[in-house]
C-alpha cells in the first residue's frame, strides 16, 4: 500500500515527467537522508525507476511493460547467445545473453529462434578466421598497404559483423569509450587481460606500446588499458603531436590521407632497443596507425619484430570506424 508520502513522490514525478532529489527535497521539505530512502524502495517495488550518476540522478515512473513472453531457445543456442551476445539498449541499459537477444528480436519483429539460428551460423562464418582465440588481420594489411610495417597482426573480434551490428566487445568499446565510464571500462579490460597476456607470452614480448588517442576526452580509454593491465613490461612512449588543428584519423576518408595523418604525427620518442614489441590499438579500420607506427619503430629502435594488436578491428580491407 502506498504511503502518503509515497503517492506525493509519484504524483509530483507524473505531474513533470522527471524530478531530482534537489528538486523533490524542495518540494516535500524532507531531509536528503530521508527522502533517498523513500525513493530507494520505490525503485526497489518498481514505481520508480532513475537515470544518471551520482550527483545528476533523476527520477521518473517506471513504464508499465508487456510482460515477456517466455520463449524457449535451444540449450546449445542458448549457450552461445549468453557467451557472445550484449545488447545496450537506446536507455543505456545493458542486456546480455539470451535476454538482450529476445529484446533484440522483439524490437524487429523477428522470430527469435529461427533468428537466434541464422545469427550463430553468421558467427561460425566469421569464427572461421579465428584460431587460439585470435583473429589474424596480416591479409587485411597486406591487401591495403604495399609496405607492411607489422610482421603479423591480430584482433580480439570483430567490431561488427554483417545484419547482426557490432559484436560484443564492438559494443563494450563503443560506448566505453564514448559515456567515459571507468566502471565499464575496468570490465573490458579485465575480458580482454587474458588473451593479451597470452599474446606477450607466446611471442617473448619485451616491451609495449599504446596508441596513443588522438580526440580530447577526460577519460581516455587507451590510458585506463595501460594502467588497468597492469604490465611489467617497459611501455614505450608514442606520443600524439600537437598540431594547431587536431584532425582524428576517424574524420580522414581516404587511405592516403591518413597514412599521412598517422606518419606525421604520430612519434615513437623512445631510444630503447627492444627486439620483440607488442604495439596495441583499440580499434583497426583502414589500419594506417598501427602500419606508421609499426613502420616508425622499426625504424627507430630497430625491433626484430612488432606484433599489432587491436581490441576490435574491421573485416574488410580499407575501412573507416568513425564512431570509436
Not at 23 to 40: H, I
Not at 133 to 159: A, C, H, N, P, Q
Not at 212 to 232: A, C, D, I, N
Request: proline share 4%.
Amino acid at each position: 500500500m502506498k504511503t502518503e508520502t509515497s503517492k506525493r513522490i509519484i504524483g509530483y514525478i507524473k505531474s513533470k515527467k522527471q524530478a531530482s532529489l534537489k528538486e523533490l527535497m524542495d518540494y516535500l521539505g524532507f531531509s536528503q537522508q530521508a527522502l533517498s530512502r523513500q525513493l530507494k524502495r520505490l525503485v526497489e517495488e518498481g514505481q520508480l525507476s532513475k537515470t544518471g550518476r551520482p550527483p545528476k540522478v533523476f527520477y521518473f515512473l517506471t513504464e508499465t511493460k508487456k510482460p515477456e513472453e517466455k520463449i524457449a531457445i535451444d540449450p546449445k543456442l542458448k549457450e552461445i547467445l549468453d557467451d557472445r551476445f550484449l545488447l545496450i539498449t537506446p536507455r543505456g541499459e545493458m542486456e546480455e545473453g539470451s535476454k538482450g537477444f529476445t529484446h533484440w528480436c522483439a524490437d524487429r519483429n523477428l522470430p527469435v529462434e529461427k533468428t537466434a539460428s541464422e545469427y550463430v551460423r553468421t558467427l561460425k562464418k566469421y569464427d572461421a578466421f579465428r584460431k587460439d582465440g585470435l583473429i589474424d588481420g596480416m591479409k587485411k594489411m597486406k591487401s591495403t598497404f604495399k609496405e607492411v610495417g607489422l610482421d603479423r597482426l591480430y584482433y580480439l573480434d570483430f567490431y561488427s559483423i554483417e545484419r547482426f551490428g557490432k559484436t560484443r566487445l564492438g559494443q563494450m568499446l563503443l560506448y566505453a569509450k564514448q559515456s567515459q565510464n571507468r566502471a565499464f571500462m575496468k570490465a573490458l579490460i579485465r575480458l580482454i587481460k587474458p588473451a593479451i597476456e597470452r599474446l606477450i607470452r607466446r611471442y617473448k614480448i619485451d616491451a609495449v606500446g599504446f596508441i596513443p588517442p588522438t580526440v580530447k576526452r577526460e577519460v581516455q580509454f587507451m590510458k585506463e588499458l595501460q594502467k588497468h593491465l597492469g604490465l611489467s613490461l617497459p611501455i614505450i612512449s608514442i606520443v600524439k603531436a600537437k598540431t594547431p588543428i587536431i584532425v582524428p584519423q576517424k574524420t580522414l576518408s581516404k587511405l592516403e590521407d591518413r597514412v599521412e595523418n598517422a606518419r606525421h604525427t604520430l612519434i615513437v620518442d623512445e631510444t630503447q632497443k627492444y627486439s620483440h614489441i607488442l604495439l596495441i590499438d583499440d580499434a583497426v579500420g583502414s589500419g594506417a596507425t598501427l602500419n606508421e607506427t609499426a613502420a616508425q619503430i622499426k625504424f627507430r629502435l630497430s625491433a626484430h619484430s612488432i606484433t599489432g594488436l587491436a581490441i576490435t578491428g574491421s573485416f574488410k580491407g580499407f575501412d573507416v570506424i568513425s564512431e570509436v
